[in-house]
C-alpha cells in the first residue's frame, strides 16, 4: 500500500522518530511504512490520518497491483 | 539518515525485551539446577529433586507470563515480527522433532539427543528468525 507520511512528515520538519512518538509506536514501524514495507493496522492508520487532519484515504492510497 | 533518538515506544520495548531476557535467563538456570543439581548439587534427595523442578515450573509461568506482557507491549510491526519468528521456530521444532523420532524408530540414528539439544536449537532458530524480520523491516 502506497501512502504519503514521509511527505506529510517532512513539510512539518518531523523525523521518523517524531511522528513515531506522535502514534507511539517505534521509530522502525514508521521507516517500514513509509518504505511501503508494512501495512499498518487500521486502528493505527486512523491515529496517523487524525494526527494529519485528514481521512485515511487522503494518506494510504490504495494499490490494486499488490491486492 | 536521521538520528535516531528512542521514542516511548522504543523505550517500552527495551524494558519489556529486558524484564524478557531476565526470565529467560532465570528459566534456563531453574533448568540446569533441576537437570544436574541432583547429580552434583544435593545427591539425588528426592525432595530437593522436586524443589528444583518446581522452581522451575515457576520460573516458566514468570516466563511466560513475561513473554505474553511483551507481546502485548511491543508495537504492531514487533510483534508481526515477533509471531513470525515463533511461527518458524514451533514448525523447526516440530518438522524436526518428528523427523528425529521417526528416524530413530527406523534405527538411523544412533544418537540420544537431549531434550535440551531441541530448546538449544529453537532458540537459535527463534533468534536468527528476529534478527532477520528486523533486517527485513529495517
Redesign the interface.
Same mark, same amino acid.
Request: net charge positive; aromatic share 6%; no cysteine.
Given at each position: 500500500m502506497n501512502n504519503r507520511l514521509k511527505d506529510l512528515r517532512t513539510e512539518r520538519n518531523w523525523?521518523?522518530?517524531d511522528l513515531?512518538?506522535h502514534v $507511539?509506536? $517505534?521509530?522502525?514501524?514508521i521507516?517500514?511504512i513509509e518504505k511501503g514495507?508494512?501495512d499498518? $493496522?487500521l486502528p493505527?492508520a486512523f491515529r496517523l490520518a487524525r494526527l494529519f487532519g485528514m481521512s485515511i484515504e487522503e494518506v494510504f492510497l490504495d494499490d490494486p497491483v499488490r491486492d | 539518515m536521521q538520528a535516531h533518538h528512542p521514542t516511548g515506544g522504543d523505550q517500552a520495548a527495551i524494558k519489556n525485551t529486558a524484564l524478557l531476557a531476565l526470565w529467560t535467563v532465570g528459566w534456563a538456570a531453574t533448568l540446569a539446577l533441576a537437570r544436574f543439581g541432583p547429580a552434583h548439587l544435593w545427591d539425588s534427595q528426592t525432595m530437593a529433586s522436586w524443589g528444583a523442578v518446581g522452581l522451575n515450573l515457576g520460573a516458566g509461568v514468570g516466563w511466560n507470563v513475561a513473554h505474553a506482557r511483551y507481546l502485548r507491549a511491543i508495537d504492531e510491526l514487533q510483534r508481526k515480527i515477533m509471531q513470525d519468528a515463533l511461527a518458524i521456530s514451533l514448525g523447526v521444532g516440530w518438522v524436526g522433532g518428528f523427523a528425529y523420532v521417526v528416524a530413530e524408530r527406523a534405527e538411523l540414528v544412533t544418537l540420544e539427543a537431549d531434550v535440551g539439544v531441541l530448546s538449544a536449537l529453537l532458540g537459535v532458530v527463534y533468534m536468527i528468525a528476529v534478527a532477520a524480520g528486523h533486517l527485513r523491516y529495517r
Open positions: 523525523t521518523q522518530a513515531a512518538e $507511539s509506536v $517505534s521509530r522502525q514501524t521507516n517500514a514495507k508494512f499498518p $493496522s493505527l | -
